[in-house]
Nanobody, 122 residues
Framework: VQLQASGGGLVQTGGSLRLSCGASGVDFSRYHMAWFRRAPGKSRKFVAVVSSSGGSTNYVDSVKGRFTISRDNAKTTAYLQMNSLKAEDTAVYYC????????????????WGQGTQVTVSS
C-alpha cells in the first residue's frame, strides 16, 4: 500500500494550494481518506476527512469555510483544496486512509503518505 502526497509549497497569506494524495495497492473506495498536519514543534493534528463514497466530510473548526476535502475514486486520489491560507496553516500535511468513521485521531488510520510541506508567508 502506498499513499503519495503532493502539491505543497510556499504561498503568501491569503493564497491557495491544492494537495493531492494518490493511492495504490489498496481498495481505495473502501477507505475514508483524511488529511492531518504537523506544525513545527507540535504533534500531528486532524484537518479533514472524506467518507469512502465521498458523500460526507468532516473538518477541524479552524479550517471550516477555507478548506475543502474531496476524492475521485476512479482516480484513487484524494484532494485538499486550501484557500485563504494563513500563517498558522504552515505545517507538513499528511494524507491517511482508515476504515473508522468519523475518525479524528491518528491511531484510526492504517496507511499514511509521506507528507508534503506547506509554508504560508506573511
Amino acid at each position: 500500500v502506498q499513499l503519495q502526497a503532493s502539491g505543497g509549497g510556499l504561498v503568501q497569506t491569503g493564497g491557495s494550494l491544492r494537495l493531492s494524495c494518490g493511492a495504490s495497492g489498496v481498495d481505495f473506495s473502501r477507505y475514508h481518506m483524511a488529511w492531518f498536519r504537523r506544525a513545527p514543534g507540535k504533534s500531528r493534528k486532524f484537518v479533514a476527512v472524506v467518507s469512502s463514497s465521498g458523500g460526507s466530510t468532516n473538518y477541524v473548526d479552524s479550517v471550516k469555510g477555507r478548506f475543502t476535502i474531496s476524492r475521485d475514486n476512479a482516480k484513487t486520489t484524494a484532494y485538499l483544496q486550501m484557500n485563504s491560507l494563513k500563517a498558522e496553516d504552515t505545517a507538513v500535511y499528511y494524507c491517511a486512509a482508515g476504515l473508522r468513521w468519523p475518525a479524528h485521531t491518528t491511531n484510526n488510520y492504517a496507511y499514511w503518505g509521506q507528507g508534503t510541506q506547506v509554508t504560508v508567508s506573511s
